[in-house]
């Protein structure tokens, strides 16, 4: 089975003079605090592992290893870190000049919003309905100021819910049959509203998938947040979020429009793989691929573009990502 070397970013302020090893499940994670500038906020974190392919490998590091090296040293430390992207793949190819490699970077770009008269008449009208729609407001607006699936999903449905309501629950004691009552969130009406952004969306996968599953999965803490748990929440969180404009508006009285989520910052990721001819193809793993190069690339918008040599003298090829890369 084929051995990769892997490289994550990781947010952290934790600063060390060398590198820092941790092994979990017969995996050795490697901080690489020696490269770690005074002023980043960010580390390198290494990992090789055994896998059929890149993609089983990158899986297997993002979905549990890494978040459970990471999850273990934040509590240690009563610091914050944050799993980002994947930025560089290597394959064991000793013996090997041609060599390939996944290089990702990352970009951010400030994204401007002009503020209209349309927005400032709106925002006056709301602030007319703030007893009514106060609370709403709030988790919306901390819904848009979260990047992450997890947190944009739990704000996102804090202010779903509080729209629903609440409505007396009714349960029978499983025993002498009395009914028994209580206060809690208005279920019904909540798919009510869920069903105006997304008509498509039955009861049943309402009450089942998104109210039983992603809900109580978030709000009860009794699942981990694995990759593909969170890849789902991202069309939801579009829905609720499109869900609660349609209410508010209509509780303001406003005029139904189609409302554009902005960031602060767009922020882009070019995956490329590409191939070049190592000087050391002893080497398990070769490191002399020409970075300087794609970041050049980034920089000049080529990047991901499949064939591009740039510059002339730069001595590798650009292939294409997908489907290329798949089973590498």
């Not at 988790?139 to 947190?151: E, G, I, Q, T």
């Not at 704000?155 to 309501?165: K, T, V, Y």
Request: hydrophobic share 35%.
């Amino acid at each position: 089975m084929p051995r990769y070397l892997l490289q994550y970013r990781v947010q952290t302020c934790l600063t060390s003079k060398a590198n820092v090893d941790l092994s979990f499940e017969g995996h050795n994670g490697t901080f690489l605090f020696s490269q770690k500038h005074a002023n980043d906020t960010t580390v390198l974190v290494e990992i090789e592992l055994l896998s059929a392919n890149n993609r089983d490998a990158q899986a297997l590091a993002a979905s549990f290893l890494l978040p459970q090296i990471l999850d273990s040293l934040s509590f240690s430390t009563g610091t914050p870190l944050l799993l980002e992207q994947c930025e560089l793949v290597l394959k064991d190819e000793a013996g090997s000049q041609k060599r390939r490699v996944i290089h990702v970077t990352k970009r951010n770009v400030p994204s401007p919003v002009e503020l209209s008269d349309e927005h400032r008449a709106e925002t006056q009208t709301l602030l007319g309905k703030n007893e009514q729609l106060s609370l709403s407001l709030c988790w919306y607006r901390y819904a848009l100021y979260r990047n992450l699936a997890l947190d944009r999903f739990l704000f996102q449905w804090l202010g779903f819910e509080s729209l629903a309501g609440q409505t007396q629950v009714h349960v029978p004691c499983s025993n002498c049959g009395h009914i028994n009552s209580h206060s809690g969130s208005d279920k019904q009406k909540a798919y009510e509203l869920y069903s105006s952004a997304d008509p498509r969306t039955s009861k049943q996968t309402f009450n089942r998938d998104i109210w039983g599953e992603m809900r109580n999965a978030v709000f009860h803490g009794n699942r981990y947040p694995v990759p593909t748990f969170l890849t789902g929440l991202v069309p939801v969180n579009e829905t609720l979020r499109r869900a609660c404009e349609i209410e508010i508006s209509k509780r303001a009285h406003l005029d139904e429009r189609s409302r554009a989520r902005h960031n602060v910052e767009s922020i882009y990721y070019f995956h490329n793989f590409i191939e070049w001819t190592t000087a050391k193809p002893e080497s398990p793993f070769a490191f002399d691929f020409p970075s300087k190069a794609l970041s050049e690339m980034v920089e000049h918008g080529l990047a991901g573009s499949v064939g591009v040599n740039f510059p002339e003298s730069s001595g590798f090829s650009i292939l294409n990502y997908e489907p290329d890369s798949r089973e590498w």
